[in-house]
């Protein structure tokens, strides 16, 4: 993990090696990294309820896809570029990326209020559970339009529902309980607008970058809608799939005919 950690995580090159140890040792020696680095040794200093949670995961990940590895968990802090990486089916993570919405590193760093919000000690599992499955599969995102980002979406977030069944709905979306309660009592709403606006077969990520990534807000939708709405739509849409048709979850994962998937899962939320 050394040579991935200098290499990917703090990107110093190898080609110069008196350079490189003056770099690391810059690194090591730096005032305020070196504050962040007490921060986070002090609020990690019990790791136990992560480390309980990943294992009854990855537990559940090697019932459900046996062929598949059960990664080794590294943590590091790395100058907050990375919050979680994968390396040789091994997981990182970079715990200076997970110190609280209100710490004050963040505000140094002028981070956003929404990408703060997602940076909670209590989103960790979420957030490894999230970049297995990416790490595994996004090879098999149907498409570019958004019927195939909302279908892999919901994929994504029935896999974590799977795997943390123990942890809040609300923080495996990384919603608010608020915006939680809104996507709930606006789902039809929700697809209405996507399907009124000729959005589902869209390949222009313009139209819908605020559905599926983090966003202060779903563009076009009332301000309580959260960015990333497209993931409880999808959420949705795979659970009906999957109580109308009879796979197992790892046959869930290889489907990527969005129309079908779309007509099967007879998915028409009504207000």
Known sequence: ?????????????QKDKAQYYNELLAFTQNKDLREAYDSTD????DFSDIQNDLELAFGQFAADFPSYPIPEITTFFGGFNYGVVTYDNNIAIGLENFLGENSKFYQYLR???YLRFQKQKRFISSNVMEVWFNEHFQKYLGGRDLLSQIIYKGKMMYFLDKMLPELAIEDKFRFTIEQ???????????????????LLFSNKESEFRSFVNYAPFAKGMPKEAPGRVAYFIGYK???????????DIEELMYLTDSKDFLQQSKYKPTK
């Open 1 to 13: 993990f050394s040579e991935v950690f200098a290499v990917q995580i703090l990107q110093i090159s």
């Open 42 to 45: 002090l609020l990690f200093s």
């Open 180 to 198: 939680m309660a809104w996507v709930e009592e606006n789902e039809a709403s929700i697809w209405e607008y996507f399907v009124q606006e000729d």
């Open 237 to 247: 849409m795979v659970s009906e799939y999957m109580e109308n048709n009879k796979i």
């Open 111 to 113: 981070d956003p209020e």
